[in-house]
């Protein structure tokens, strides 16, 4: 896989998988816009991109305010002219059980995981429509479709993400724009090193490959989806959960 001469944006890719997804865009010849709300996680991922002899900048865009994200899109446009490779991966949890989450855990969830995927579409499509050329990877999550105890909202959002995958992967092929997903299982990132460790063993034995994945294991699965080689792949859901689900 080849992406010299390619434009990537990478949101929430300050760390854990986001960065391994821009790093190794990267290093296979992208240029990539780096989206992060810290503005320190940013500025360390661009500075390890530019190191590899690409182009990187950086936002701190809030993807579940439109205008914000609308203004990453004009960033992107002004740095590089173009964007062809749009990796949706910012997402948050506030897990609680269903009786006690409030009605704030929900909605900050669904803004960002869902809606914030939407206005990077949005503007994703508009912008790659024009080109004539697009590939469009959202990152969902095994949550959404085995689902997990204290999560309704994590895995709702992200079973919209499948949907909206899969509802856009027939919209917007007309425009030569690919969209597909990957949904990964338990990974090893910052994000579920706040998981007990109880709760970590448990999950371990639930994979049949017994072991944690790591974000270069997603990156590896987004990096192919957004390439040319999977050019007559659109629509699809591409598991990486080291079997948890089949």
Partial sequence: MNFTGKTALVTG????IGKAIALLLAQQGADVLVNDISTENAAQTVGEITALGRKSGSSTANVAVHAEVEGMFELARSMFGRVDILVNNAGITRDNLLMKMTEDQWDLVIDVNLK??????????????????????????????????????YAASKGGVISMTKTLAKELARFNINVNAVAPGFIATPMTEEVPDKVKEYLIQQIP???????????HAVAFLASDTAS??????????????V
């Fill in 13 to 16: 890719s300050g760390s854990g």
């Fill in 116 to 153: 914030g995927v939407f206005n990077c579409c949005q503007h994703g499509a508009r912008m790659m429509s024009e080109q004539q050329y697009g590939k469009i990877v959202n990152i969902a999550s095994a949550s959404a479709q085995i689902g997990n105890i204290g999560q309704s909202n």
């Fill in 209 to 219: 490959l017994r072991r944690a994945g790591n974000p270069e294991d997603i990156a």
């Fill in 232 to 245: 007559y792949i659109t629509g699809q859901v591409l598991s990486c959960n080291g079997g948890m689900y």
